[in-house]
């Protein structure tokens, strides 16, 4: 994964990438206040989203503070656009795929149909966006 926002950066180099993109898909596009004491809703939300060892460092760097967690929209655009790919390997048509994603990334036949021309247009161009993926 690569961090685009640099608080995800600094989070990252706290708690790691992999706990830092759990943080994202649990939180991200959301203020989070970051709790001082070691109980509570908040806590327990963040020990189930990244663990509890990292829950402990990131309260332990940033107790008390609101910090707003950024969706790195850039993750999300490639991990849909692999994820349509595979689904378009698999036989599966537009409308096919975009009732797919439509549950968990909100895709429309249309934006589907966006998806795979970014894709075809980069293979055409000679760049395989999803190299060394899979």
């Known amino acids: ?3 685009q926002c640099v608080t995800l950066q600094i989070l990252a180099d706290y708690i790691g990438e992999r706990a830092t993109a759990r943080l994202i898909t649990a939180f ?3 203020d989070l206040k970051i709790p001082v ?3 509570g809703k908040t806590w327990q939300a963040l020990c189930d989203a990244i663990g509890p060892e990292a829950t402990e460092i990131l309260c332990e ?3 008390g503070e609101s910090l707003y967690i950024a969706m790195n929209r850039q993750d999300i655009i490639e991990r849909n656009r ?3 790919h595979r689904l378009r390997q698999e036989g599966l048509n537009s409308r096919e795929i975009a009732r797919r994603l439509a549950y968990t990334v909100h895709y429309s036949d249309r934006g ?3 998806l795979l021309e970014a894709y075809r247009n980069e293979r055409e161009r000679g760049l395989d966006l999803f190299e060394g993926v899979g």
């Open 1 to 3: 994964m690569t961090l």
């Open 28 to 30: 991200g596009g959301s």
């Open 37 to 39: 004491e070691r109980h």
């Open 82 to 84: 692999r994820e349509a």
């Open 61 to 63: 760097h940033f107790g």
């Open 112 to 114: 589907v149909r966006k």
